[in-house]
């Protein structure tokens, strides 16, 4: 157990609509991490943030936004969501030490299925 | 910009065997740090090893091995005397200090067949 805690584990929804993804990071880490993992394209870096501040952007669709509260949990809102969203999302977190350069950990994922 | 790439989309060996997985990198920094990561069948990534751009000893811990070149820009995982356990995708991930992101590669999905 990473510590990290994403929710929902598992959504299924229908192309144009929208949710959210949560995240809880590990006690005390105030990085948060979010990739997109999809079959052809492997683990994709979207967005980050550090102690509530945007850090590092990827390749985040501007349909998809991300915000990280002062409790340090994050959300990553999808909406108009078309077919190829569909794919696991993973959140991650890192200790304040480290920054970038320390390990990253991760939670468990979100498998979002577009119909 | 920042680039992974493992090249082995997929391997399969038979249990006991040896097997290297590739990664390459492209960085313009000369601050960087390479990782490697185990994606299990469960799902969850797991972090395997650090290693910084001023440190090119090569690493062991147990069956695994790292061969980091800086030469070649690779930094190449070895696991000897593989076993079923280690069935499962592996990824090279890179920070650099401009880009101040964590890149992964594609990812190899290893086999161990019994």
């Known amino acids: 157990d990473s510590g990290v805690t994403q929710t929902p584990k598992h959504l299924i929804t229908a192309t144009g609509q929208r949710v959210t993804l949560r995240c809880s990071p590990r006690?005390?880490?105030?990085?948060v991490y979010w990739y997109q993992q999809s079959l052809d394209q492997g683990l994709q870096f979207l967005i980050q943030?550090?102690?509530?501040?945007?850090?590092a952007k990827g390749n985040i669709l501007e349909r998809f936004s991300a915000q990280q509260f002062p409790d340090l949990h994050s959300e990553l809102n999808l909406s108009s969501l078309e077919l190829g969203d569909s794919a696991l999302y993973f959140c991650?977190?890192?200790?304040?030490?480290?920054?970038?350069?320390?390990?990253?950990?991760f939670g468990e994922g979100s498998r979002l299925t577009v119909l | 910009a920042q680039k992974v790439t493992q090249a082995q989309t997929e391997i399969s060996v038979v249990e006991k065997e040896d097997v290297t997985l590739d990664c390459v990198y492209e960085?313009?920094?000369?601050?960087?740090?390479l990782f490697w990561y185990k994606q299990p069948p469960s799902g969850e990534l797991v972090f395997l090893i650090r290693?910084?751009?001023?440190?090119?000893q090569n690493e062991i811990s147990g069956r695994y091995s790292w061969n980091f070149q800086k030469s070649t820009s690779s930094f190449n995982f070895t696991i000897t005397a593989s076993q079923v356990v280690d069935s499962a995708v592996y990824f090279c991930?890179?920070?650099?200090?401009?880009?101040?992101?964590?890149?992964f590669g594609k990812g190899t999905r290893l086999h161990i067949l019994p």
């Open positions: 991650a977190s890192s200790s304040p030490g480290q920054g970038n350069t320390g390990e990253l950990f």
């Open positions: 006690s005390g880490d105030l990085s």
């Open positions: 943030y550090y102690n509530g501040e945007e850090r």
């Open positions: 960085t313009r920094d000369t601050t960087y740090y």
């Open positions: 290693r910084n751009s001023f440190d090119e």
């Open positions: 991930a890179l920070w650099g200090y401009r880009d101040d992101k964590i890149i």
